[in-house]
């Protein structure tokens, strides 16, 4: 649903090149990929933020207008779209619906963007930035030149977003509205605004529950999505993982038509991987149809590795180039990101940043880097990520440390928090729950004392490993700026 007061617009869509929008909030990972995009399409694009960084910056140097804090909507404004993060109160949202500015959210206008294209949703409780890279770096590699807006900078797809053809050059789509990628998130909602064609749903867990009442709802709400998309006649198509994203309860009213992938033998698409060699695989009615090397370590990186092969291959890549393109994946900002190795006193350091922040991301992240990097020790810096989920979620992520000999927690990074719900949930709930389990872990509130901690206390051969959506990685990046 459109912001509450907001004006609606009222044929959903996109207005013509040359005229100006305006995007509040317009520094986030998304905001600023949609920005580059509609920009690209030729609308006259600025917005404004609450503070500057190096994404602020960067929309300037190409271009678009940005102003740090708040004021009026420019005077030429066709259109005000807002991130989930704007308040209804904000007062350039104020300001658009006293003066009659239709207003959107950055959902709805990718919907929009949608619209005149052939668009890929890729939906689950983790996973889709991945996933979405993957896919955008396999159709780049095989020319069929796709259009993305990704929640995360990859370097080896020129970043975040990317307008793409017109129309798909090759391939069974031939002719079609050009493609494009986008991740479809399940907060608030927001992925019902999308217009997919082909949508894939990698899993489907609690999380988000500051808006849901339970799975139950969470459910509802990805079969909602899974029901945008249209019917095979039409070139619907949804692939979902065969284990793990409730598919029964999901698909069964469906009309587009439904692929599962997974490991499971009774799979349509069975994934066979070989943790040891990260060698991946599929085979289709037990027969194989392709396999590569997975470049990122772990199973549930040859599941994400092998969706976006699929998905490739339903777009009109061949099996084979397929797996060479995704062979040759490095990844992606802040998805187990090897930053490198850093000498310590007593030798050297391997370090790794990470955006994973629920139990389940962050045990298989912490179990992957433990049997590729088979470190002396593993050491972790998590921050906790917004009251709800640490709240509501706090035995399981006690639980999904196990595979670390230390925790280090700072404070939680409040999101959309209120002062009350602040008080409900503390970082040092989190640490005595480790501490109940037996895993050895403390609270530092402050990140230089972290760094500092990390200095004195890694030793050589130690795996560092920071974690969270929050300025966490702030800590890998200081640590690995200094040298002992």
Not at 215 to 229: K, N, P, V, W
Request: hydrophobic share 40%; with cysteine; charged share 20%.
């Amino acid at each position: 649903m459109p912001t509450d007061g907001a004006i609606p617009c009222p044929d959903r869509s996109l207005p013509p090149p040359g005229a100006s929008l305006w995007m509040l909030g317009i520094g986030g990972c998304g905001m600023s990929g949609l920005a580059r995009l509609l920009a690209a399409r030729g609308l006259r694009v600025g917005g404004s933020d609450e503070t500057p960084s190096d994404v602020t910056r960067g929309l300037e140097a190409e271009g678009i207008v940005v102003r740090i804090g708040k004021g009026p909507v420019p005077a030429d404004t066709v259109m005000v779209i807002s991130s989930a993060a704007i308040p209804d109160e904000h007062s350039e949202l104020v300001d658009a619906r006293d003066r009659g500015i239709p207003c959107t959210t950055y959902a709805e206008a990718l919907g929009m963007a949608q619209s005149d294209r052939l668009g890929v949703s890729i939906a689950g409780t983790h996973g889709k930035s991945t996933t979405a890279a993957m896919l955008a770096w396999i159709l780049l590699d095989t020319e069929l030149d796709p259009g993305f807006i990704i929640g995360a900078h990859c370097d080896q797809i020129g970043g975040g977003s990317r307008l793409g053809a017109h129309m798909i050059p090759h391939g069974p789509h031939q002719g079609e509205g050009g493609i494009l990628i986008t991740e479809a998130c399940e907060f608030n909602r927001s992925f019902h605004h999308h217009r997919p064609t082909i949508g894939m749903i990698n899993n489907v867990e609690e999380d988000h529950l500051d808006i849901y009442d339970g799975l139950a709802a969470i459910i509802e709400a990805f079969a909602g999505f899974a029901a945008l998309l249209p019917p095979t006649e039409d070139g619907g198509s949804l692939l979902i993982a065969h284990d793990g994203a409730c598919r029964n309860q999901i698909t069964p009213p469906l009309r587009c038509r439904v692929s599962t992938f997974g490991f499971h033998p009774e799979a349509d698409y069975q994934v066979a991987w070989d943790a040891a060699v990260r060698r991946a695989g599929i085979l289709r009615d037990g027969m194989w149809v392709t396999q590569w090397t997975n470049a990122m370590p772990g199973a549930h990186n040859a599941l994400n590795a092998a969706g976006a092969v699929i998905l490739a291959h339903q777009l009109g890549t061949e099996w084979d180039a397929a797996a060479d393109a995704i062979t040759r994946f490095r990844g992606l900002d802040r998805r187990m990101e090897r930053l490198g190795m850093r000498s310590v006193r007593s030798g050297e350091v391997t370090a790794y940043t990470d955006y994973g922040h629920h139990p389940t991301e962050i045990e298989n992240t912490l179990r992957s880097l433990r049997a590729a990097e088979d470190p002396k020790r593993l050491i972790c810096v998590f921050q906790p990520h917004q009251h709800s989920r640490t709240r509501f979620l706090l035995d399981q992520f006690a639980e999904s440390f196990s595979a670390a000999d230390e925790v280090i927690v700072p404070e939680i990074y409040f999101v959309r928090d209120s002062d009350a719900e602040k008080k409900k949930v503390s970082a040092n709930d989190l640490v005595n729950r480790l501490l109940d389990r037996g895993v050895d872990a403390r609270h530092e509130p402050d990140f230089d004392t972290i760094v500092q901690y990390l200095e004195t206390t890694l030793e050589d051969g130690d795996l560092l490993v920071v974690m969270g959506a929050g300025p966490v990685w702030t800590i890998a990046r200081d640590f690995m700026a200094t040298s002992s």
